[in-house]
Structures are given as C-alpha cells and as structure tokens.
C-alpha cells in the first residue's frame, strides 16, 4: 500500500539535498577540533552551517548558535542555566520544557486561552512581581499549530527588565522567521522538523548573554556544549536552513488544509478544530469528535494507510491525552477524541479525499 504522511509536525520527510550532503560525509574522519586538512574542513563545514542557519532565522551577528543533539537538549539547556532564577512559562509547551515544572521549585506555569493563547495579562503581573527572570513561551503549537504574539510578549518582558526564550521549533521552513525583530533573547530550533535529521538541533542566545554547559568535556562550541559535533547532521541541518528560505509550498498546503477543515465540518458540523480563529501554522489542524476516541481514529487511518497523530505520543508510542488542549479548558470527551493532522510537501489534494472518506468511515 503507498502510504500517506500527515504527521510531518512529529518528524518531517528528510529532503533529497540533505541527504546526499549527508551521505557524502558520513565515512569521512570529521572532527573540527582536528588540526589536519580534515579537522579544518570539518571545521569550515560546521562554520558555514552556523552561518546559514542563522541567516534563516534573520539574525545578525548579535547572535551565537550551539549544536546540540535535539530541540529536547536545548530546550533543557536554557531551563538549566536559568536555575538561580524565576522562570515563567506557558502551560501548552513542549515536554522537554513543561516537565521541568514537576523537578525544579523555581518555575511558574503561565495560564492560556480557549485558543491556546497566553494571557497577556497575567504576563505582566507575574513579570511586575520577577524581575530579572526567565519566559519560555513557544512560537508554534505542535499540537494546534496556533501561534503566540511573540512580539507583543517579548516588548512586555523586556519592559519588565526579563529575558526571553522561545522554542520556535515547529516554525521553520512553516512560517517566516525574524528573531531580532521579534526581539528573542534565546531560541531552539531542530533540523528534524523542517527537512533536517534527527539528533541535530541548536540554542541560539543574544551573545550578550550566556549559557551555562551542562554538558562538561573537551570545551567544544566555544565551551557551551561539548562532546565533538556531528559534523554530517550540522552540514545537513544547513543545507535544510537554505531549503526553508523558499516558503512557496506553503500557500498549497494551506489550501489543502483549508479544504480538508471545510469537507470535514461540511461531514459533520459538530467537529472542532482547535484554535480555528487564531493565527495558526499552515499544514497543523487538531480537531475532534465525539464519535470515537482518538486512539481508535489513529487505528483506523493507520490501517487504511495513513499517518496522523493524537497530538502528544509520549515515548513509549502509547497514547496520552493531550495536556495542550486540557490547558485550553477543552472537556476530557472532547480531548479524547482529538487528532492531529500535519501536512507537509508530499500531500495531495487526493490525500485529502481519501482522508475525509476513512473519516466518514469512523460513523459507520
Ligand atoms: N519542541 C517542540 C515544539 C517540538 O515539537 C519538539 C519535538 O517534538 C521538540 C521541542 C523536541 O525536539 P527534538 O525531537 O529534536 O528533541
């Protein structure tokens, strides 16, 4: 059976280019710390990494970027070095920040809207009462793909004498990036959402400001993250930042994923797709419905040949229900029949039909 992809929010489809960067280097001796021709290559082809990925998200030499291994690597890493600190963040992020609220005393969970939206209000009355503190507030959802106003929330900290960090993770190659006019003084980005491998990833940080290592050893990427790079995955993880320049693919995936939202509300008008009215990424849509739970609904399109999601897989590939749309005040029937459908370049209009034809299935 020719399968069909529409779970490109949990990992996305490796692009062709990157793979033959990838594949060229993989038996060769790099390592950057290396003096020889073959260290000092190395070294030049992670620099050029560096450059590129930070061209994609609009910084200037304001900024350093570290390799690390994942979004989940960095993501603890600006969480670490904010250990003598207050840390606020929204109560719809990623685990690898969020769960650092069950272990650490010093972190405060930030309330959203019925949208998924942080509010604004609270914001400012918790940065009043912490000064000189830490906010993570995420981009993009990767359960609802709704966005955060970003910049409105960077002026408030920083009005307040606070920094802050975004996981933007899910936005590249998705949405355009400008992170010195949003004004973010930390940011974590993943090569494996956006064309990239998997196990490469990076912190960027205002160099005005910086990391504490949790990762001790031979002082690799100027003392912040050792260990020696993988050289392979960061020439890829550029060669992905080059590709997400082009954001022309979107305009089809969001017709593809407007005509599946409007087929499916035209199916059944009880559904609900979450964040429907706010500012979301283009390919994500989470929706419910009564009908069945989302574990049966992953089931059923699974076996008719296509990839979606829940929203949340923990690790085990067991299905949890989602903590992003509990936050949201969503009801648990509502919550455990919800679905996550995110759509890449590969998907076709006929995807889509075929989609909302296993869905009708569902009512049978
Ligand atoms: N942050 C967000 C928003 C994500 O969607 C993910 C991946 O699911 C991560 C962080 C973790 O990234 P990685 O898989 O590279 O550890």
Redesign the pocket.
Known sequence: MNRIYMDY???SIMNENVKNSILELLSLPLNPSSIHSFGRDARSMVETARKNILELLGVSRNYNLTFVS????A?NLIINSFKESRILISST??P??LEHSKFMNNIDLLEVDNNGIIKLDLLTNWLKQNPSSLVSV?L???ETGVIQPLSEIANLVHKYGSFIHS?I??APSKIKLDIENLDLDFA?I????FGGA??I?ALINRSIYSIKPQIIGGGQEKGVRSGTQNVAGIVGFGVAALDAMDLSINTEVLELRNLLEEELIRLDPSIIIFGKNVDRLPNTSMISSRNISSKERVILFDMNGIEISNGSACSSGSVKSSHVLRAMGFSNEDVGGAIRVSLGRNNKKEDIYKFINIWRKSYE
């Open positions: 929010n949990a990992t994942s979004g989940t690597e993501n992020e990623h690898s920040i995420m993009a959802n990767n996981d993770v899910q974590t993943s090569a494996h959402k998997v196990g990833a």
